[in-house]
């Protein structure tokens, strides 16, 4: 195997490895040719340029929802199967998603990130 000498990354090709050390060196080769924007690796400039084409190749079979990640479809999929992965583990609480879990779980902390403006 072919391993990064700054990490514990290995890899069985030499192109994943090259690949992964963009990370370390913060190298961002691909560039959009609409905005600014710059990347490590060429399925995140595609991903990218989805924004300025408005494909949405990932849709749902169940309703009229679609996206540009297969990641967010897995996600809006739970709404229809009613599954809840994401558990408290102070409580009975469980939801779809994990943002929702993390804020479920300021009532357990006492956190309160968010503040009036008015008083």
Known sequence: PFKCNMCEYSSKDKGSLTRHLLIHTGEKPCKCQFCDF???????????????????????????????????????????????PCKCQFCDFACASSGNLKKHLMTHTGEKPFKCNMC
């Open 38 to 84: 710059a990347c490590a690796s060429s399925g995140n400039l595609k991903k990218h340029l989805m924004t300025h084409t408005g494909e949405k190749p990932f849709k749902c079979n169940m309703c009229e929802y679609s996206s540009k990640d297969k990641g967010s479809l897995t996600r809006h999929l739970l709404i229809h199967t009613g599954e809840k």
